[in-house]
């Protein structure tokens, strides 16, 4: 787990953060380290947490499966998966809908949490259970 601030140079912090947690040889790697970026990117901008609020990160491994949470402090809208590839932004739900096997969104009371799975297959992947 690791405690970032909503300002976008969290985003390089969550992906070293994530690159190291995992290892280079995982063999999601590249998936899950898109999909944090996307989703701490969201925090940073469209949450209450942008301007320097709390922003957490978890991540574990278990049963094949990566699993990744990102706490922001929410906002009055709700995120949404918008499918239209042509714009500008968007796209980072639309990513995780596509490239995780699982994902959603609920409340509790420190904000909003969206999380996501990505399932794998195959050895020498780490143990990033112990980060989180």
Request: net charge negative; hydrophobic share 40%; glycine share 16%.
């Amino acid at each position: 787990m690791i405690d970032l601030i909503g300002v976008p140079e969290s985003a390089g912090q969550a992906r070293a953060f994530v690159r190291e947690a995992l290892g280079r040889a995982h063999p999601v790697l590249d998936e899950v380290v898109l999909l944090v970026s996307e989703l701490v990117t969201n925090s940073v901008t469209h949450s209450d947490s942008r301007g320097g609020g709390p922003v957490t990160l978890a991540i574990s491994e278990c049963d094949g499966a990566v699993h990744v949470e990102v706490v922001d402090a929410g906002s009055e809208r709700e995120p949404q998966v918008r499918g239209d590839l042509y714009e500008e932004g968007g796209r980072g739900l639309f990513l995780v809908d596509a490239i995780s096997d699982r994902w959603g969104m609920y409340r509790d009371g420190g904000g909003r949490v969206v999380w996501f799975a990505v399932r794998f297959r195959g050895a020498g992947a780490s143990e990033a259970g112990a980060e989180g």
